[in-house]
């Protein structure tokens, strides 16, 4: 009994440890050598493919989780950062107080993008209906 049970758990270990080593390799070299060069000391990453191809990598820096997507050739397209509505700049309150301030918040994210730069993904909710604002730190709506 003993054998068969010490058996069952080199053979768990294994898998956990084979699983590991296989998750950092989910995602191509090229795309790992941008994140790499990107987030440099950072090399805990979980990669996931999204339904767009792209691969999705989560991870943390300081603390705080972060999410950064790159294209299967490496390129990078965006990072994101969940913050509170405080967190955000008073242009944008001003943006959602004005438009939106029967509409409830459900998510609000932090964006750098390779073309649109920095923004502010804010996810509203209003009776069951879902609308995502992207605004700029200056207040412009940009979709």
Partial sequence: MKMIIKYFTTLLLLTLFIDG???????????????????????????????????????????????????????????????????????????????????EIAEIEEVDHHKKGRFYDVEFKQKGKNKDVEIKPDGTVIN
Wanted: charge should be negative.
């Fill in 21 to 103: 080593v296989t998750a950092q390799e989910k995602a191509p070299e090229a795309v790992r050598k941008t994140f790499a060069e990107k987030y440099p000391g950072e090399n805990d990453p979980d990669w996931h493919k999204d339904s767009n191809g792209n691969y999705e990598s989560n991870f943390k820096i300081d603390g705080e989780s972060l999410r950064a997507d790159f294209s299967p050739n490496g390129k990078w397209i965006e990072t994101e950062r969940s913050i509170k509505k405080d967190d955000l700049p008073k242009l944008v309150k001003d943006v959602i107080n004005k438009y939106y301030s029967g509409w």
